[in-house]
């Protein structure tokens, strides 16, 4: 008894994380299905302390249920191009600019940006967002809270706005993506076959300093071969 009971509990831990410790070996050490019943996944963002492996996790699965729902195979997981999305959702942030064009030297355009990870394609593809990183219903207005407080409607101050979760957020950019004609049409492009997403998160200075998510998916076509 003792002896199966130790090896619920191992199992236990193999299929669970820890917050702040998504790394890229955890592609592969959890299915999509397992990934969505992770705790973490649903844990509200602390944004001092976000797990950006975990964020862009999130996103790269709520894309491929997309790419599933629309009878597409789903995209495998490239550790390169998601340095290059990640990469590219940091220079926005630190630098100031919301563009598929870099202002960062030698970075200009997304082909720059993979020729600088040693990627040469002919089929590259970029989708970029930035959206606010609460759960928040577009059209109402907000109280903004002192001293760290929390985010409430101006109409009811009992009504709380929670931070995004991993996995709400992931559900959002995407759904924003989807709706948009040029990003869904990369979503579904057949042609690209590997994917990353970057992600990164900001104060809106014009908006009172509520935190806002910059997301970033970078796509990669056939001729990648066996890049990881």
Not at 28 to 51: C, E, G, S, W
Request: hydrophobic share 40%; net charge positive; aromatic share 10%.
């Amino acid at each position: 008894m003792a002896l199966r009971l130790l090896s619920i509990i191992l199992l236990f831990i193999s299929n669970s994380l820890v917050a702040q410790t998504w790394i890229s070996t955890d592609y592969n050490r959890f299915t999509p299905a397992q990934f969505f019943q992770l705790a973490a996944v649903h844990q509200t963002i602390n944004y001092k302390k976000m797990d950006r492996g975990l964020l862009q996790a999130a996103m790269f699965h709520v894309t491929n249920q997309e790419r599933i729902k629309h009878g597409l195979p789903a995209f495998e997981h490239s550790d390169t191009i998601e340095k290059v999305a990640s990469d590219h959702a940091s220079d926005m942030v630190n630098f100031q600019f919301y563009s598929h064009i870099s202002q960062v030297k030698g970075k200009q355009t997304v082909n720059d940006r993979f020729a600088r990870e040693g990627i040469n394609l002919k089929l590259v593809g970029e989708n970029i967002s930035s959206s606010i990183g609460l759960q928040y219903q577009d059209g109402r207005k907000i109280n903004i809270p002192r001293s760290g407080g929390m985010y409430t409607y101006a109409s009811s101050k009992r009504e709380v706005i929670l931070p995004h979760t991993y996995l709400s957020y992931a559900q959002e950019a995407v759904r924003l993506w989807m709706n948009s004609p040029s990003h869904r049409k990369s979503i579904l492009n057949p042609d690209f076959v590997k994917m990353g997403c970057g992600a990164s998160v900001y104060g809106n200075r014009e908006f009172f300093n509520v935190p806002y998510l910059i997301g970033v998916q970078n796509f990669g076509g056939k001729d990648m071969g066996q890049l990881k």
